[in-house]
């Protein structure tokens, strides 16, 4: 199955900087890499996400790269806010086709992101 | 435009007991997904339902069932409630067809099992 790792766990940047985050995968059949933004207390959410055709997508101040020959994609937050602040999972699904519904997402184990006025 | 609506929002539970929780997906989807999660880890599949059936399921044990409805609303029913078990219960919904690896996540259930 699927196995994927965050890092770093935890990230601390000052308001404007920019962040970026990691996530590793095994199964080299992935083709959908997408991220989510979980704020405290709060369902998560697709904030971005690229599928295996394209290197990079940008959207504002978020962009997400991948690198399918090292089995890795990021997260690039620049220009940082307060808002910002939240748990980022990524979540590559497995390949597994079923019914004609692709498979269900592997979470990694998140980073936490805090940003400071 | 309803989202993904859950309830209860909270429960609580001793051990022993038995559980469902319930789940509407967003408007235009077909598929239904549930997943724990634990405090401070990623959300944990359990399992999935399209077509009214159990399509796909996680590393969970059978004390975890569940059921989608012609509607496709769907329950998550968990028996036998240990300790452990004490998390916050997401449901997710998505398309079988355009975008269909886009999961919507509910705000999920907070189930304490004391």
């Known amino acids: 199955g699927e196995n994927v790792e965050q890092h770093p766990s935890t990230l601390s940047v000052q308001e404007g900087d920019s962040a970026v985050i990691k996530c590793t995968y095994s199964d080299s059949a992935s083709n959908y890499f997408p991220w989510y933004k979980q704020e405290l207390g709060k369902r998560p959410q697709l904030i971005i996400d690229i599928r295996s055709n394209v290197g990079e997508k940008k959207d504002q101040r978020i962009a997400v790269t991948l690198n399918k020959t090292a089995k890795h994609f990021s997260l690039h937050i620049t220009e940082t806010q307060p808002e910002d602040s939240a748990v980022y999972f990524c979540?590559?699904?497995?390949?597994?086709?079923?019914?004609?519904?692709?498979?269900?997402?592997?979470f990694g184990k998140g980073t936490k992101l805090s940003v400071k006025p | 435009d309803a989202g993904v609506t859950q309830s209860p929002t909270h429960l609580i539970k001793t051990r022993g007991q038995q559980v469902t929780l319930r789940c509407s997906p967003k408007?235009?989807?077909?598929?239904v997904s549930w997943y724990q999660q634990a405090l401070g880890q990623g959300p944990q599949f359990i399992f999935q339902y399209y077509e009214e059936e159990e399509r796909q399921r996680g590393n969970f044990p059978d004390r975890f069932s569940g059921h989608q409805f012609p509607n496709y609303s769907s329950e998550l029913n968990v028996n036998a409630l240990l300790l452990g078990d004490s998390a916050l219960y997401l449901c997710?919904?998505?398309?079988?067809?355009?975008?269909?690896?886009?999961?919507?996540f509910g705000s999920g259930t907070q189930l304490s099992v004391l």
């Open positions: 408007s235009g989807h077909d598929t």
């Open positions: 979540a590559p699904p497995p390949l597994m086709n079923y019914g004609g519904s692709q498979g269900n997402l592997i």
């Open positions: 997710a919904s998505k398309t079988s067809t355009l975008s269909r690896e886009k999961l919507f």
